[in-house]
């Protein structure tokens, strides 16, 4: 059946547009007249989801953004239109209706295309990469595989809600330090661009020789007043250099190196990977993928190429009879307390349960260390905001009070 792409007038006359499947262009109309829609335009899609209005939908959609908590929901839904027994074509067709955003839209209409004209659902979804990850495709595959579908796809909703959960907590709670270091910045700008320029005629007049900090203070504001120009040119390249150097193999293994022996933060980092390790893990076995499929797909969502590389030499070792928890073990990145369930899990043929008992405990753990970073954050800033300002006007009022008792 024909996917179409519409724009047409509802009853309170507002300008709408869509994609459906219909016949022929006057089947389309009458499905549309019937949801109180005038039809004005129309255009037949075609397999790479072109079409005569393509164009001006691809413009609209580039600035579009397809979230994880809009792939979640989508996901959800169909879940549970398959636990009510509806045809898998029926499913996405109705989950298209009540997607707000056209790019998400038209994917969930060409899934449903692909569907129709026989592809599986698994192949379908990895047509597009760029919304649909390595653990969704491989997930639904075995969903589909096994005869659970609904099943893996309500599991697959619960992921993504949970990883969209973890990231908006960390963002929340980073938020206010954020802001923080902004209007500080701000403020120490201010000071030497504005207020310390206004003052630095007086000190000249007196042609007095001036404490080393006021000196200091005062070639700063120079520098940031005449030469800023410089300063910003100067951050670009540098921020140009490190993320070119970070594209490289060896640049983007040292970086991520460095970033776990960071001091508070590299716990932090490791944390949030061994939650996200475990989490996904489980998630796949679950649902059925083989562990060496799992842990080939795990490693890609580590975000971290020392843990990755430390994933598959523990592939490799499973895949020659080994168990997992021996390779994670020796390799000293991961904690102890997570090497020792895992063992426990293989042991008692409760992997899954195991991981995930783990992956929660972590998601606790990263939520703690980061609401305690932030509550320490804050008054160290404070402080130091304050250090800052104090240090300024101590060098601002020092030959001023030298002036005065030289007078006296």
């Known amino acids: 059946m024909p996917v179409y792409e519409y724009k047409g ?13 219909a016949d022929n262009e006057k089947t389309l109309r009458q499905l549309l007249k019937r949801d109180g829609i005038f039809l004005t335009r129309v255009g037949k899609g ?13 413009v ?7 979230s994880a908590i809009d792939v979640a929901l989508f996901t959800r839904q169909l879940a549970t239109l398959q636990k009510a027994g509806i045809p898998l074509v029926e499913s996405l067709g109705a989950c298209a209706d009540q997607i707000e955003k056209p790019k998400f839209r038209k994917i969930v209409s060409q899934l449903r295309r692909d569907v129709q004209e026989g592809s599986s659902l698994a192949s379908a979804v990895n ?83 001036l404490p080393v900090i006021t000196r200091v203070i005062l070639f700063i ?40 022996g960071f001091p508070v933060f590299g716990p ?28 080939d797909i795990t490693k890609n969502v580590l975000n971290n190429r020392v843990l990755a590389e430390v994933v598959e030499e523990a592939r490799l070792a499973v895949k020659e009879g080994a168990t997992l928890a021996d390779p994670l073990k020796r390799s000293g990145k991961f904690p102890p307390i997570v090497t020792h369930m895992i063992a426990i899990g293989e042991r008692s043929g409760e992997l899954e349960e195991m991981l995930t008992v783990v992956s929660e405990a972590y998601e606790t753990q990263v939520e703690t260390r980061v609401a305690t970073l932030t509550s320490l954050l804050e008054p160290l800033m404070i402080v130091g905001m304050g250090v800052a300002i104090g240090i300024i006007v101590f060098a601002v009022l020092l030959p001023i009070l030298q002036l005065n008792e030289f007078i006296q």
Not at 60 to 66: N, Q, T
Not at 226 to 242: E, K, Q, R, S, T
Not at 270 to 294: D, E, H, Q, Y
């Open 268 to 295: 932090l980092t490791l944390m949030i990977a061994v939650s996200r390790f475990t989490k996904t893990l489980a998630t796949l076995l679950r649902s059925g993928v083989p562990l060496l499929t799992a842990l």
């Open 60 to 66: 609209a959609g580039a600035f579009e953004r397809i």
């Open 127 to 209: 047509q597009h990469p760029q919304v649909f990850n390595q653990v969704y495709g491989n997930m639904v595959r075995a969903g589909e595989a096994s005869g659970t579908l609904d099943q893996v796809l309500l599991r697959l909703a619960e992921f993504n809600e949970a990883q969209v959960r973890l990231k908006q907590k960390i963002q929340s709670a980073m938020m206010y330090p954020v802001l923080m270091v902004c209007f500080g910045g701000l403020i120490l700008i201010g000071l030497f661009t504005y207020v310390i320029p206004q003052i630095t005629q007086i000190f000249e007049d007196t042609g007095q020789e």
């Open 46 to 58: 075609q397999k790479g989801g072109g079409g005569v209005l393509s164009t001006e939908v691809d």
């Open 9 to 21: 007038l509802n009853k309170a006359g507002k300008e709408v547009s869509g994609v459906r499947d």
């Open 221 to 260: 504001s120079h520098m940031m007043r005449d030469y800023w120009w410089a300063g910003i040119l100067g951050f670009i390249a540098m921020v140009w250099g490190f993320r070119k150097w970070k594209r490289t193999e060896k640049g983007a293994f040292t970086w991520d190196k460095r970033r776990l």
